[in-house]
């Protein structure tokens, strides 16, 4: 499994604490989960619960410390990530890779998942950028047995393991799913990690027009 890599730590174990009290404490921002593909009730790919977090966005303070938490954590595991594959960063375009500071938390409840095989690259047009994703990371927020992120062509399975941070590549090598549990409820945080710097990709979102209310 040369290119999906795991990590472990208790500030990983704390940080998935975290998501899962804020999950809780933030019914507020909860919203139907939403892939490529559209919303659940059009899309059965993905049924899950998320809330949206924009590390950019300070107007709610609670949101911006967990934000700003996530995003150190992942940037901190890229770093691991490309320190062990040094070969990596040196053949990707413009030799500079980010965390995308737009990420998604997600609770599945028993039976519901990301249940079909897809990968995590695509050309659709939103803010996140999807044609730049290069790497996508999943912090599991809670142990639920057998049912983490299976990988279609390394026949690999990542287990959720509360605390779990796993990063692989986006693209069509690493088509994957989430393997879905009939009893337990899974929590994760979820996100992308794009080709480019993270200023030049914050000045590109300053100057899309405004989003219609
Ligand atoms: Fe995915």
Redesign the pocket.
Known sequence: MQLIATYQDGDLAELGARVMDFFEERPDLHSSGASFGGVAATNPDKVSTDISLVWLDRSDSQAHSLSDAIMLAVSRCLKQYLADRRIFLQVCPERSLFVNPIFNLQRYLPGEG?KNW???WTTADDATDPIKRVL?WILYCNDVENAG?EFLWQEHHVEAIAGQMAIFPAGMSHV?RGRVSPDCTKVIA?GWINVGSLDAYVQGLAALPPRPA
Request: glycine fraction near 0%; proline fraction near 0%.
């Open positions: 990301f897809h990968c995590d996508a992120t994957h979820t």
